[in-house]
Each structure stands twice: as C-alpha cells, then as structure tokens.
C-alpha cells in the first residue's frame, strides 16, 4: 500500500500573508495536503524545526530571453534563470511575451513558448507586452489571450520601440477594463529622456553615471501622474512598475487619497543601490547598473522603505534583466564602451530578490514576516491569478516552500546560479538565505546546490486577477 503523504516538513513556523503558527507540512503529489502536528506516514521528512517556512517567491517582474535589438541578446533563458531563482527562494516566474511593433501578439506569445520550451525548473506564466495596438490586437488578439489566461500585461510610456502615446495607452486601457485584465505600466516621460540625452551626449558627457541624469525623478512624476490620469478617464486599475523613489510615490499616494485603485511595484534596486553606482568618474564599471528607471540616493531608499512598510506597495518584485558585463551581447555592445545611451537597461536579481528583503526587511526590522510573504508571493499570486494556488501555504495549495536559514553571508557571484557575469549586489551582507526551496513537494535547492530539473517547470494559464473589482460599464 503506498503511503498517504509523500513528504512532511517537521515543525514549521509557518508564515504566510495573513497567520504565523507551527505545523508539520503534509504533502503529496506536489500538494499541500494536510497540516497538524505530530503527522505520520510519509515517505520522506525534512526536519524545519527552529525555521521559518514561506510560501516559495513569485517573481512578478523578470525578463528572461526576451527577445533583443541585435547586438543586446539576454544572458538568461529559462533554464538558467528559472535555476537562478529556484536557488534563491523563488518558485514562480512570470516574465513577458514581448510584442515587437508589426507582430501579431499572438505570434509573439506563440514565439515565447517556444522559448520556454522545456526549459524551465519551476512554474512560470506571461505577462504579454503590447507594443503595436492595432484594431486587430485591441478587438481580437488581447481579448482572445486574456480569456487564454494571458491575464496582465505591460505598457511602456518610454523607449522607441515599445512606448505608447497616450491615446494608444486609453485604448489598451480599455480593453483591460472591459475583460478584467490588469496593466502594468513603465512610466517614464520619453521626450524629456530624448531631449535630456540629446543636450548631455551634445556636450560630450556620455559615461554611463549620465544615464541617471537623464532619467531624474521628475520625468516619473509626470509619466506616473499622466498614466493616473489616463487610468482614471478609463476607470479602470493599472499597477505602476519599478518605482524608484519619493517623486512617483507622492503622485501614487495622492491617487490612493482620491479612493483610486493604483498599485505600485518596486525592486531592490531601489534599496540596495543608489546612483553613485553608476560611478562618480567617468569610470565604464557603473554600466553594471544600468536600469531603468535609474537607482536614486539614501533618502529615496528610505521612501521606499517606508512604502514597503504602510503598505503603498502591493509588489517586490527583482526586474531581473540579464546582460553580462563584459561581453558584445551585453553592456559593451559590440566589445566597445559606448554611450550611456546605447548600453542595455538592466540588472540580474532573480536570485537575490528574496535573501535581499528577508534579510534588511524582516530580520532587519522594517517589515514583519508577514509583509514579506505578501511582498514577495501572495499579492503577485493575487494580482496576477495564480491564488491560491501559489502565494499561500494552505491545504490544496501547491507545496512550494522555502526554509529559511538565518546566517551571515555576503552575496558573491561565484555562489550564484544565472548566466551574468556580474551581480550589482557584489559583496552586499546578508542575514539569512533560503535553506532549501521546494517547488511542488520537490527539492529543487538543497542549501548547497541547485537539485531541480530543466523541465520539471510548468506553464500555468492565470485567472482574472483576484484583487481587481470588477467594473461593468
Ligand atoms: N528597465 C525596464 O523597463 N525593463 C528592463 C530593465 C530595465 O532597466
Ligand atoms: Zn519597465
Ligand atoms: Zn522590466
């Protein structure tokens, strides 16, 4: 006769969103199907005890292979960033099927599977990047993808070959409306960047520290407040991504003041990193943190902080935008230190995102562990219609767990499992990182290295976002 429980996780201080108690952790065939004490009759055992236990990571904001503008090609595809995170705590990746301008979207989610193809170690869905709102894609394409389970997507207000005008961003914005969808918007005002880039490449200051001064907190501002605006003529709710510091937080705080339902993401960049890593010479090293948009000062990380903490945030989540340092796919394009403005936009954090709020957030005091797991898994499993599947550790839940181990540490790329050449948290002291994560009842990192399979991963369709009110015109 086989045993009633594959795996029981002994003695766990749970925490989720919303509780923190201790219980044993029944599992079977990748579910979470019983939790009490004392349970017998497994398998398997793995003894947590003295450990917290969290729901396994949704990383809500990664691009991985995503498709590039030659020479810039992406450092992770799904096998090495979905490892990346697994070793890292996260269990759930949700990256973006990018429509380029002229491609059906259809196509463009079709292509992305095959990116995925049998690739990734833990579960992933798509968002969807609308970039070329034909009448095709707003009356039938999007429609037809979001009843696919194709539930979010994002919108760019900036960059040439993604942004939006206005009057396109009412027209998607509709379309989220009238089918339940949620839109993430990268709110950065496009022309003051072109004209501010135009004025300092002019006068010869094209080192990569001048891509943050044309990119200051005030072309967010009014970027976040249009795209208020714009979502407030629709009715309807967007989630502003990657917000950087106090200058988008005011015009976000003032929405909520107005009853609007806006959301906000923010990454650890914010945090962890200020602009004086993008140099304070001419030096090319500061290419390394090169994002968008860019890392501020000491005072807008404790914005941020302060948002993690009232709740102005509903999402942590990494933007893990993989390019390697010293390479011609990467931040030297072509092997040439180039202008500011022709260096790839982003940064690795897929495998830190966790260890990074875990240990400056929750062991550091800022935030309570149960606003760390609605931070890292539940509010991103909410939004984004994978709750409870994911997010939550609860009976019919998916056993994705991770043990935390409480350590001093310093990140080093050496230890880390992506395909980068570098991490912009190099040397970054850390109080705890994960022991071991499980994805569906299975190991897939052990504390010492990565167990999964390239493979084992599964494309989930999302539902309806469960947080969103549903407006009927
Ligand atoms: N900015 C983005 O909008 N996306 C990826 C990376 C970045 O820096
Ligand atoms: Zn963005
Ligand atoms: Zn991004």
Known sequence: ????????????????????????????DGKIVTLGSQLEGAAREIDAAGRTVTPGGVDAHCHLDQPMPAPARMADDFESGTRSAACGGTTTVIPFAAQEKGQSLKDAVADYHHRAGTKA?????????????????????????????????????TYDDLKLDDRQVLDVLSVAREHGAM????????????????????????APRYHAASRPMLVEREAT??????????????????????EAVEQIRWARGRGMNILAETCPQYLFLTADDLGLDDSYEGARCVCSPPPRDAANQQVIWDGLGDGLFSVFSSDHAPFKYDDPSGKKPG????????????????????????SEGVLGGRITVNRFVELTSANAAKLYGLYPRKGTIAIG?????????????QIDNANLHHNVDYTPYQGQRLKAWPAMTLCRGEVVWD??????????????????????????L
């Open 397 to 409: 839940a998916d056993a994705d767990l991770v043990i935390w181990q409480e350590r001093d540490l």
């Open 335 to 358: 092997g040439q230190e180039v202008s500011f403005d022709y260096i790839p936009n982003g940064i690795p954090g897929l495998e830190t995102r966790m260890a990074l709020l875990y």
């Open 183 to 206: 839109t993430m918007v990268h709110a950065e005002n496009a022309d003051c960047i072109a004209w501010l880039t135009e004025r300092l490449v002019g006068a010869g200051n094209i």
């Open 225 to 246: 407040h249009r795209a208020i605006a714009l979502a407030e003529l629709v009715d309807t709710p967007i989630l502003i991504v990657h917000v950087s510091g106090r």
């Open 121 to 157: 170690a833990i579960d992933y869905a798509f968002h969807l990047i609308v970039s070329d709102p034909t009448e095709a894609v707003l009356a039938q394409e999007l429609p037809d993808l979001i009843n696919q389970g194709y539930t979010s997507f994002k919108i760019y207000m």
């Open 1 to 28: 006769m086989s045993s009633p429980l594959d795996l029981i996780v002994r003695r766990a201080r749970i925490a989720t969103a919303g509780d923190t108690f201790d219980a044993d952790i029944g599992i079977k």
């Open 447 to 472: 504390g010492q290295q990565f167990t999964g399979r390239s493979g084992y991963g599964q494309f989930m369709a999302c539902d309806k976002p469960s947080l969103l009110p549903q407006h009927r």
